[in-house]
């Protein structure tokens, strides 16, 4: 395992071979399903995305992650929730190429990259934008250009590791071929349940709605 703390442009961390060569192979088998699934379904998010949370927690080696860096206070009522990411071949860009701040009910974020072998990884970006995210669902995007961007780059087995806090703005995007990503995040329930206007990205973003049938 091969674990490396970086600042620029904001705390994150990147280990490379957490999971055996073992359990990479049973992830890589599960993520062929799951790209199978989605060439013969087509079903895609509104943001163009596959996405399919799964109820098992597949990626308890992650879980420790959280406390190697900073976070924003949060309550007791923390769910882990994970799911398969497909992005297709192509054109595909998150936010439509707009670097964006999650959500405030979210706290720690884990990327692990799959498939393909190569691809394009996570744009970290230095925006001057107001980094300020409102309570609950919302997350915030920007059109402000960035004064600079930084790739944690594609590797198979790598995962990028952030806890979400002001100005950590981010994109991705994909290559000519699909990005097959597992990732996990953990919620503080009581800021997301406790809204009384969603966020309309609701409709874009299904894991808000995947959270509040869960709870």
Same mark, same amino acid.
């Given at each position: 395992?091969?674990?490396?703390?970086?600042?620029?442009?904001?705390?994150?961390?990147?280990?490379? $071979?957490?999971?055996?060569?073992?359990?990479?192979?049973?992830? /890589?088998?599960?993520?062929?399903?799951?790209?199978?699934?989605?060439?013969?379904?087509?079903?895609?998010?509104?943001?163009?995305?596959?996405v399919?949370?799964?109820?098992?927690?597949?990626?308890?080696?992650?879980?420790?992650?959280?406390?190697?860096? *900073?976070?924003?206070?949060?309550?007791?009522?923390?769910?882990?929730?994970?799911?398969?990411?497909?992005?297709?071949?192509?054109?595909?860009?998150?936010?439509?190429?707009?670097?964006?701040?999650?959500?405030?009910?979210?706290?720690?974020?884990?990327?692990?990259?799959v498939?393909?072998? /190569?691809?394009?990884?996570? +744009?970290?970006?230095? $925006?001057?934008?107001?980094?300020?995210? *409102?309570e609950?669902?919302?997350?915030?995007?920007?059109?402000?250009?960035?004064?600079?961007?930084? /790739?944690?780059?594609?590797?198979?087995?790598?995962?990028?590791?952030?806890?979400? +806090?002001?100005? +950590?703005?981010?994109?991705?995007?994909?290559?000519?071929?699909?990005r097959?990503?597992?990732?996990?995040?953990?919620?503080?329930?009581?800021?997301?349940? $406790?809204?009384?206007? *969603?966020? *309309?990205?609701?409709?874009?973003?299904?894991?808000?709605?995947?959270?509040?049938?869960?709870?």
């Amino acid at each position: 395992m091969d674990l490396r703390h970086y600042d620029d442009p904001f705390p994150y961390i990147t280990v490379d $071979n957490l999971l055996t060569d073992e359990r990479i192979s049973e992830i /890589e088998a599960l993520a062929q399903i799951e790209l199978d699934t989605y060439h013969s379904t087509g079903e895609l998010t509104s943001m163009g995305k596959y996405v399919r949370y799964l109820e098992e927690d597949i990626l308890p080696e992650t879980n420790f992650l959280i406390d190697l860096l *900073p976070h924003r206070p949060a309550s007791n009522n923390i769910k882990k929730i994970i799911h398969w990411c497909i992005c297709p071949a192509g054109e595909f860009t998150s936010s439509s190429g707009r670097p964006h701040l999650d959500p405030i009910a979210r706290i720690h974020t884990n990327t692990l990259y799959v498939y393909p072998n /190569e691809s394009f990884g996570t +744009m970290l970006c230095k $925006n001057d934008a107001p980094s300020y995210i *409102p309570e609950g669902d919302q997350s915030q995007l920007t059109d402000n250009p960035s004064e600079y961007e930084i /790739e944690i780059p594609w590797k198979k087995n790598r995962i990028f590791s952030i806890n979400c +806090m002001d100005g +950590m703005w981010h994109y991705f995007k994909s290559s000519d071929k699909p990005r097959i990503t597992l990732q996990s995040f953990l919620v503080d329930i009581d800021k997301l349940v $406790n809204v009384d206007e *969603p966020w *309309p990205s609701v409709k874009k973003s299904n894991w808000i709605d995947y959270v509040r049938s869960t709870v």
